[in-house]
């Protein structure tokens, strides 16, 4: 906690308290290295569980079926866990629940194995006696040892897919659930409608855009057209709001350049030629220049210093 600066916001959280994904990513990636432990996230759940209920997953439970339970999982998944998308599909026999994270993620191996195990355990609880899982697929890279996340999940596992997909064998999915309350049922769709309405409204514009520019960080001659294309609203209109919070493209592109290479530098083996291109960098030179501006030093020199920070 003390690596990632959690150490002082633990003291001040509660239940309602946030912290960031990056943040949290970041956390489970230190924990799995000072374990030496490629499953650390994997280990929790199976030993801590999945964890408290919340809205979500109480909807989930207590839905008329499975395939509402899915459907409500799908819609209101982004309230306890930040998301780019999210889905569902039931057909026939099988229902998949899918979703990613934001592009600008990259420590993203523990958190994916944490919260698709933890996902999985919550929508378990209520598929009924009848649902076993099929298949997984797992937007992270692929262990050294494959073997021991089959072992795991019991199923195939596909690795370095866009989305994560939980994919159940469900019986029939629409036999009326035990658990099923109407009333309740109704009362915790309205809390998570308003919960989820009140998110969306605290999302804020500069997070939109920079996923944008993070999706696309590889395109070296990358533009403010492209990134307006792709937010859907036009080069004049996005200048101005960004402007309006005090920031011009070039800068927002610029931070979250800084920000991947923080976490490439620190959480992976990458040559600093293959963190360059990555990073959308015409050449290594240019990449050096620009750590030179962000960290005072070049990024070999950043990354040793990091390394022997700990981090």
Known sequence: MRECGLDRARREMSFSGYISLRAHARMLEAC???????????????????????????????????????????????????????????EGRTASLHFAFSPELVCRNQLVDRTVSKTLSLLMRSAGPDARLVEVELSRDAPANTAEHEAFFGVPVRYGTRACRITIHTGDADVSNPFYDADLFAALCELNQRRLADRRRADDFIAVVSDAIAARIQEPGLTIGDVANAVATSVRVLQRRLAGRGLTFNQLHDSVRRRMAEDLLAHTDFP????????????????????????????????????????
């Open 32 to 90: 799995a290295r000072h374990c030496d432990d490629e499953l650390f996230a994997l280990r929790w759940t199976r030993m801590l569980g999945a964890g408290a209920e919340n809205t979500v997953s109480l909807a989930v439970r207590h839905a008329p079926d499975l395939r509402s339970g899915f459907d409500v999982a799908a819609r209101f998944l982004r309230i306890a866990v930040d998301l780019d998308a999210a889905g569902a599909e039931v």
């Open 272 to 311: 600093v030629s293959e963190i360059a291109f990555r990073l959308g960098f015409s050449a290594v030179g240019n990449f050096t220049r620009a750590a030179r501006r962000w960290f005072g030093c070049p990024p070999s020199e950043w990354r040793r210093a990091d390394s022997r920070d700990g981090r």
